[in-house]
């Protein structure tokens, strides 16, 4: 091999390059991008944009029926720029501050619950009816909670409860604030929401089994 120089480029693996920001495009697209945004004309780097634009919209076919379509490239194209593109885009740039900002935490409900076939609901029922004025509205709403919880209860026993229960489970929760109304009682039968149940389909599985033994098999 004659001697000399030679300027050979060394061989680069990704695990030595920077992390790509948005990782679909491949490394190319966001070496152009960076190509763009080092350019110092502004008419130049207006259109190698959109010509990084029409690439970018062949490499997504699919998207192009998507409502605001262009819309997207060009805000992909600014966050692939880290926000440092200088050009004339038909669309106004996102924001950094707004994309990079964090959730509120999510209020995760309280799991330490006594009666748990009752769920948080019921407590967040309970909660606003404790708040309501005395009338007609609030014993209507007390009445829908005693009812919904007894519906709940029968859910989790499948069998039967006295309105007693209900309204000692109710008083518990409520801390003594709430009571049905004695012009309101009593509540649905058991009897009642369990025949409700069975109507909605989640009664016992035998009655389906015997309706699909009378069908014809061809």
Same mark, same amino acid.
Request: some cysteine; aromatic content about 8%.
């Given at each position: 091999?004659? !001697?000399?120089?030679?300027?050979?480029?060394?061989?680069?693996?990704?695990?030595?390059?920077?992390?790509?920001?948005?990782? $679909?495009?491949? %490394?190319?697209?966001? &070496?152009?991008?960076?190509?763009?945004?080092?350019?110092?004309?502004?008419?130049? %780097?207006?259109?190698?944009?959109?010509? &990084?634009?029409?690439?970018?919209?062949?490499? /997504?076919?699919?998207?192009? #029926?998507?409502? #605001? *379509?262009?819309?997207?490239?060009?805000?992909?194209?600014?966050?692939? +720029?880290?926000?440092?593109?200088?050009?004339?885009?038909?669309? $106004?740039?996102? !924001?950094?501050?707004?994309?990079?900002?964090?959730?509120?935490?999510?209020?995760?409900? /309280?799991?330490?619950?006594?009666?748990?076939?009752?769920?948080?609901?019921?407590? +967040?029922?309970?909660?606003?009816?404790?708040?309501?004025?005395?009338?007609?509205?609030?014993?209507?709403? &007390? *009445?829908?909670?005693?009812?919904?919880?007894?519906?709940?209860?029968?859910?989790?026993?499948? #069998?039967?409860?006295? #309105?007693?229960?209900? *309204?000692?489970?109710?008083?518990?929760? +409520?801390?003594?604030?709430?009571?049905?109304?004695?012009?309101?009682?009593?509540?649905?039968?058991?009897?009642?929401?369990?025949?409700?149940?069975?109507? /909605?389909?989640?009664?016992?599985? +035998?009655?389906?089994?015997? %309706?699909?033994?009378? %069908?014809?098999?061809?």
């Amino acid at each position: 091999m004659p !001697e000399g120089n030679y300027n050979m480029e060394t061989l680069q693996y990704n695990t030595d390059r920077e992390g790509l920001i948005i990782p $679909e495009y491949g %490394r190319h697209i966001h &070496i152009m991008i960076q190509q763009v945004v080092e350019e110092k004309d502004r008419e130049k %780097r207006n259109k190698q944009a959109k010509a &990084i634009i029409d690439v970018m919209g062949n490499l /997504n076919p699919h998207l192009r #029926d998507v409502p #605001d *379509f262009q819309h997207k490239l060009w805000d992909q194209l600014h966050i692939m +720029s880290n926000f440092q593109l200088d050009v004339d885009a038909p669309y $106004e740039a996102p !924001e950094k501050e707004i994309l990079e900002a964090r959730p509120e935490r999510l209020k995760y409900p /309280n799991n330490n619950l006594k009666y748990r076939f009752y769920g948080n609901n019921i407590l +967040s029922m309970i909660e606003v009816a404790k708040g309501w004025e005395a009338g007609d509205l609030k014993d209507a709403l &007390i *009445f829908t909670i005693a009812s919904h919880m007894k519906k709940c209860f029968l859910n989790w026993n499948k #069998d039967t409860v006295e #309105d007693s229960v209900i *309204f000692t489970h109710l008083d518990e929760l +409520s801390k003594g604030q709430l009571k049905v109304p004695e012009n309101l009682l009593p509540l649905t039968d058991s009897d009642e929401l369990l025949k409700l149940k069975t109507k /909605n389909g989640n009664g016992p599985k +035998s009655n389906t089994k015997q %309706r699909n033994r009378k %069908r014809k098999r061809y």
